[in-house]
């Protein structure tokens, strides 16, 4: 009886060790991971247990509790006959794949053959009505998996939830191409081992530069900036030796450039057939440049004969002009080509009659001219050396400033043109109206006087007239 108990104390020894080895690789159920095995142990890979929350069984791998999932076939069942080895499943599984179970047991490898791919082969004969359960699961692999030591994804990988990097993220063919979070709040953008672009911590994005504020007088380097900081909604850009921004329409005609005011246009920049054009606000004037002519709009659109150039209260200083001014209408009629002021010197010609006695000119004052157009204006104050007598003659001076016209001929020798004269002694005087004209179209006048009654001894004259020119 001694042997029987010793038997018996050897059995109990050895179920409670199989028991103990069992539990550390199957768990049983539990409604969450486990972390410690139910004997107490650290959990290992390739230990089980079922999760009752998800309905699955789930295998540790690489420190990481995986659901194994159930082929189509799922679960089979089989009741045994005494000493049946063989059980045929339906279907076929992959061998390695398959959990098989005997009255609920887990059986180790060693105890069932299932290199067939379709039978479940018992190393020894089960009893009649032992329950036989085969579990067929999908294929997997490990090496799909990365372990947290490092490893390397081929295809694409979906995360759910966060992704937590310490510096970087570096192109794995190009490890000077990187996005970096250098500082609380900020990320920035790394091409050839330099920083390209920074989003710093006011949300700033700065591209070739740290600045929000690139054009601003005390940074004044290259780079551009968007900023939404202290700066909200500033744009600012800044290069060396080049455009500092392109703005391209393609296809249609229209705006290039909107310029708004709280939401409201207030300009705009565009291009149409004509040419570019630079706008105002609705109902505002604008301008356009076209081929050969710098035009006026009104409202969007060309104007004709709507728009001032300046207003009473605000107005331009001078006017350069190379050409004519159009006024008051668009014909030849219409056209002046010239304004001019100046002096001019009167020579002394030829005498005769009462200006016989003239021997020269004294002095000269006011010698003044205006042309406007082919309008000359000439005007003259002479003191002469000698006497002018009472009675008709003819005086001539040379050196007007504009031949006069062959427009202006009354007859075949002369060219005429009108005007006054007054002739005046040295202590008083005498006025007479007298004719000037031009002759041969040179540039000479001739002032003549007709017989008048009065004292002679005149010595001064005083004239103007007006003539047509051709220069």
């Known amino acids: 009886m001694g042997y029987i ?65 159930t082929a ?19 279907g076929s599984y992959t061998p390695g794949f398959v959990l098989v179970t ?38 997997f692999s490990v090496a799909d998996t990365v372990p947290s030591t490092g490893g390397t994804f081929t295809g694409p990988v979906v995360f759910d939830g966060d992704i937590s990097i310490a510096d970087k993220i570096v192109h794995s063919s190009d490890t000077n191409t990187a996005i970096r979070f250098p500082a609380n709040d900020t990320v920035t953008v790394e091409t050839a081992g330099s920083e390209a672009m920074r989003i710093d911590s006011s949300g700033n994005v700065l591209v070739g530069t740290t600045s929000p504020t690139p054009s601003s007088g005390s940074v004044n380097s290259p780079g551009v900036a968007i900023s939404s900081g202290s700066f909200g909604g500033l744009i600012s850009a800044t290069r060396s030796g080049g455009a500092v921004a392109e703005f391209n329409r393609k296809s249609n005609e229209g705006g290039i450039v909107d310029l708004r005011k709280d939401g409201s246009t207030v300009g705009s920049i565009g291009i149409e057939s004509s040419g570019f054009y630079l706008d105002g606000e609705p109902a505002h004037s604008g301008i356009r440049f076209g081929s050969g002519a710098v035009t006026p709009r009104f409202n969007g659109s060309a104007d004709d004969g709507g728009i001032n150039l300046g207003n009473s209260s605000e107005r331009w200083e001078n006017l350069y002009l190379s050409g004519g001014v159009y006024l008051g209408g668009t014909g030849s009629a219409n056209y002046l080509d010239d304004y001019e002021t100046g002096t001019w010197t009167p020579v002394l010609g030829g005498v005769s ?11 000269i004052a006011h010698a003044n001219y205006v042309k406007i157009g082919s309008i000359v204006y000439l005007s003259c104050i002479l ?15 040379n050196g007007i400033p504009f031949a006069i016209s062959l427009n202006s001929v009354l007859s075949a020798s002369r060219h ?16 007479a109206d007298i004719a000037s004209a031009g002759l041969n179209n040179s540039t000479e006048v001739i002032i003549y006087r007709g017989t008048v009654n009065g004292t002679s001894s005149f010595d001064s004259l005083h004239f103007s007239m007006t003539y047509i020119t051709s220069e």
Not at 11 to 19: G, L, P
Not at 416 to 424: H, P, V
């Open 72 to 90: 189509t076939t799922g679960y089979q069942q089989f009741t045994a006959t005494n000493g049946q080895t063989t059980f045929t499943v339906s």
């Open 102 to 139: 005997l009255n609920g047991v887990v059986l180790a490898d060693g105890d069932y053959d299932d290199s067939s791919g379709t039978s479940i082969v018992l190393t020894e004969g089960a009893a009649t009505d032992d329950i036989l359960g085969v579990y067929i699961f999908d294929t």
């Open 353 to 363: 009659g009462c200006f016989g006695g003239i021997t020269g000119i004294n002095t």
């Open 5 to 69: 108990g010793e038997g018996i104390n050897l059995t109990r020894s050895a179920v409670e060790t199989s028991k103990e080895e069992f539990f550390d690789t199957y768990y049983g159920q539990s409604s969450s991971e486990p972390t410690v095995d139910p004997n107490g142990n650290p959990i290992t890979d390739g230990d089980l247990y079922y999760d009752t929350s998800e309905d699955a069984l789930k295998i540790r791998v690489n420190g990481e509790w995986l659901s194994l999932r």
């Open 383 to 397: 003191s002469l050396d000698g006497s002018i007598t009472n009675s008709e003659g003819v005086i001539r001076f």
């Open 416 to 431: 005429f043109a009108t005007g006054i004269c007054q002739i005046y002694e040295s202590h008083g005087g005498l006025d």
